[in-house]
């Protein structure tokens, strides 16, 4: 028989270790963040010289990915495929969402038949909240809280601009927002993160900055010091400002996990929706070749420097410090690799067309059954295996290239390889007639807006 003293000893025992039981069972908070036209080589650590030293503590203190590609080359469909883990043609969002039609692009919106992160994460009781740039759609019943977020703070456009912010809401209300854009989201964001981590539910937010998407407008200071180190760069030292803000931004997210020692119960990734864009009302193709290093291309083509971004991942005492790992990820893997990460298995009729990459990002065996597919009006492009197919709509013949050597798409080898090009055609017409039965009509001429003729780009 146990005596009053044991009992006594055992039981104060047991109120000292529950929260500490309770902080291991609790499953883990979740923080996407996402940049917007953010290019491969644009980060100190990838031999930029743009100081981020906060993405670069991130890649020190976690993993890196050098082959992670956008979901598309574009902003609306990469958001599409972050969110529910498919391809974007087929939950509603294969071109730019626009409150109104644009040429042959309807009025588009994210299918609400379609599961969302914070919608798969309810049943283990996350809160759900989105900072940013939502442009998923326009109308109101297409908002971020009728797909599932519990609170949103940010813009619904793909352009709200930076010091005077155009159509800003909390929720459904609209509200005026004074100050630089990109402080006032990393501010935000701070605050939910202090709010959410005093409850006893975990909690996702998704942090998604519009910079350094055009217009180019940086704090006077940051333009300054960057014109300085880029003399002969014109444009792209206020880019380099926007960047460095933007790190700053980051950087005030990663202190703040720190400071509430959360962070060994918060997985962060960061990545960009897309490469860095050659449009004349950004910083050109002369900024843009700058930001995509060795890669061929930019925003809108499926080249590598239009869909190959920047990812780091961290979560200490879950993933190893300081890793870089080759292995090729894409956007649509995010949702999945965050359930697995939260011990949330997917309904039965949950439609996923991504893998989770929680056992890359641990070091652990990790295959991708298939090809992976891009389209948009432009062109189209299949990755299988060492094989890339990538075919502009106003050219008569596809381009093939080794993914594996080739890292500029510098030699086109569909002359010597009609087989595999043939092949690689007959795989896309596929997976288009499953997951893009409806396609916008392609471009049958070149739109020098978006593919400008440039000496690495001259046909």
Not at 155 to 171: A, C, D, R
Not at 220 to 229: F, G, I, Q, W
Not at 348 to 366: K, N, V, W, Y
Not at 421 to 445: C, D, F, N, Q, S
Request: with cysteine.
């Amino acid at each position: 028989m146990t005596s009053p003293l044991v009992r006594r000893v055992t039981g104060i025992l047991a109120l000292l270790l529950a929260p500490a039981f309770a902080s291991a069972a609790r499953a883990p908070n979740l923080i996407v963040i996402l940049a917007d036209d953010l290019g491969s080589a644009d980060l100190g650590h990838d031999g930029s010289q743009i100081d981020t030293p906060n993405l670069d503590r991130m890649a020190k203190q976690g993993v890196k990915l050098t082959h992670f590609h956008s979901s598309a080359p574009m902003c609306s469909p990469t958001r599409a495929a972050l969110l529910t883990g498919r391809y974007p043609h087929s939950v509603g969002v294969p071109e730019l969402a626009s409150p109104n039609a644009r040429g042959n692009v309807p009025i588009l919106a994210l299918d609400h038949q379609a599961v969302t992160i914070p919608e798969a994460l309810k049943s283990a009781g996350y809160r759900s909240s989105l900072v940013g740039k939502w442009h998923l759609g326009h109308a109101k019943e297409n908002w971020p809280r009728t797909h599932g977020f519990d609170e949103f703070w940010g813009s619904l456009i793909g352009t709200p601009m930076y010091w005077q912010v155009k159509e800003t809401f909390h929720n459904e209300t609209p509200i005026e927002v004074n100050g630089y854009y990109t402080d006032l989201l990393a501010a935000k964001a701070d605050e939910i993160i202090r709010r959410d981590a005093q409850s006893d539910r975990p909690f996702f937010l998704y942090l998604a900055f519009n910079a350094p998407h055009y217009p180019l407008e940086a704090p006077a200071e940051l333009v300054y010091k960057y014109r300085r180190r880029f003399p002969d760069r014109g444009l792209f030292a206020i880019f380099a400002a926007m960047v460095e803000r933007l790190d700053t931004g980051v950087g005030r997210v990663l202190d703040t996990l720190d400071e509430l020692k959360i962070a060994d119960r918060t997985l962060v990734v960061f990545m960009s929706d897309n490469g860095p864009t050659a449009e004349s009302n950004s910083y050109g193709p002369e900024g843009a070749d700058f930001s995509n290093g060795p890669l061929r291309g930019y925003k809108f083509g499926t080249t590598e420097g239009g869909i190959r971004v920047p990812f780091l991942a961290r979560w200490p005492g879950q993933l190893p410090a300081g890793v870089v790992r080759h292995d090729t990820a894409i956007t649509m893997d995010i949702l999945p690799t965050l359930l697995e990460a939260a011990g949330v298995k997917p309904a039965a009729d949950h439609e996923i067309h991504g893998t989770s990459i929680l056992p890359l990002l641990r070091g652990e065996t990790f295959t991708r059954a298939g090809a992976l597919h891009w389209e948009n009006q432009q062109n189209y492009a299949v990755l299988d295996g060492d094989w890339k197919l990538v075919h502009r709509n106003w050219e008569k013949t596809a381009r093939l290239y080794r993914y594996d050597q080739d890292v500029g798409e510098d030699h086109n080898l569909a002359a010597q390889q009609p087989e595999k090009v043939a092949a690689l055609e007959a795989k896309h017409a596929a997976w288009k007639a499953r997951y893009y039965p409806h396609p916008v009509p392609p471009m049958t001429k070149r739109p020098p807006t978006q593919f400008p003729i440039t000496p690495q780009d001259p046909e």
